[in-house]
């Protein structure tokens, strides 16, 4: 399945926020999920659409003078999981930046450390992109230890 993908506009939020509860392994942070539905409503985004309507988005901030952006948030709904639809929004995402002279693209997720099997899927995808583990972070809490990931673009 190729996705459409298009610019987040502010009548998607409602469509984002659902894939969101559909993703408790996910999203099962409380503040996470206000932090992406405040992200969905605020930063550059992405949506992937099909005939039904909103399938994945992905967020990011952009630091132009830097030349580096950050993915902030990224959600594929349940049922449409490896079906390419991540890849064309990341890839979509890599086309713009590149247009614009960014030059590398971040990512943080959680560590391994956390040994939270579903977050292995969320690794190994970012891996299968190009992105490098850069750092070990400890930015959330004891719990949720994090992983600073890295592209070059």
Known sequence: MVAAVRKLEPHDAAACDAIVAGLPEWFG??????????????????VATDEIGVTGFLTWTQDRERGVAEITWMAVRADL?????????????????????VH???VKTLSERAAYAPYAETRDF??????EPIAELDIWDEENPAVLMRRSL
């Open 29 to 46: 942070n409380q503040q996470g999920i206000r932090d992406c539905a405040i992200a969905v409503r605020s930063h550059a985004g992405l």
């Open 81 to 101: 999981r490896r079906h390419g639809i991540g890849r064309s929004l990341l890839g979509a995402l890599i086309e713009r930046l590149q247009e614009e002279r």
């Open 126 to 131: 970012y891996l299968a992109n190009g992105f």
């Open 104 to 106: 590398r693209l971040d």
